[in-house]
């Protein structure tokens, strides 16, 4: 009997040993895929400022690019955010940049800028930082003048990579790296979206500050400059906006290209139009989400 009772009992463990072994592991959460959001920020000479306001916006709804490009007054703004600077420090930088930063003048028949003085001025505000040190991953896009090949400068200079993406035609002189000659990206990449992608960006952000071809619109030599640039890469801009996964488009089409006096009003027409696109972001960063975890 005794052995009897045993044997039950070793039956009776096994039976719940196999049973114990047919449950399924429970299968832990997926951890969160993060996003890498590319900011990619175009030309537009002093429009440019509303970067800064798109920014501050950004970053206070905790949505933090960790790839930026940039082309003309996009790659100024983008070199000094790459660089580290906070949305605040950003705007007291941009209080401080007008045409006395920009402008050594020189004679010659390929333009009346040289560009050395923004050049230092980047490279002061970095650090004299290379690109490749920057505290995020960062590119400056030019055109190649006697190619019209675009180029997305990621090592070396930055103050040299951003005068080169900012250097438009038959103002700025072209400037030279490595035997080859630079001009404004903005002619074949007016918002570098591509180039955010190629960097690895996952989601893109565009902002675009481009002015739309308008009768009568532009007036001054700069106006009418800066207008000839927007009807000639309207093609290109269309290319490069197909593939943001978000366009923020501030209204600055009323403030001049060299009107550096209304930095503030970019900068508030920047926020407002960055704040309108938050929802659309998030709905955006949770639809990668979840396509990424699948």
Known sequence: MKMW?????????????????????????????????????????????????VIKVLEANGIVPDIVTGTSAGSVVGSLYAAGYTPAQLQQIASKLDETNLTDFTLSSRGFIKGERLQAFINAEVQNRPMEKLAKPFGAVSTELDNGQRVVFRLGNTGQAVRASASIPNVFLPVEIAGRRYVDGGLVSPVPVSAAREMGADLVIAVDISARPKAGSATGFLSILDQSLNIMSVAALASELKQADVVIRPQVQNIGSA????????????????????????????????????
């Open 5 to 53: 009772k045993q044997g039950a009992l070793l039956a009776l463990m096994g039976l719940l040993s196999a049973c114990g072994s047919m449950r399924k592991p429970e299968t832990p959460p997926a951890a969160p895929v993060h996003i890498k959001i590319g900011l990619a920020l175009g030309g537009g000479a002093a429009k440019g400022f509303a970067h800064v306001g």
């Open 259 to 294: 009107s550096f006096d209304a930095r503030n009003q970019a900068i508030r027409a920047g926020e407002v139009a960055a704040q309108q696109a938050i929802v659309q972001i998030r709905a955006k960063l949770q639809q990668k989400q979840l396509a990424m975890t699948k």
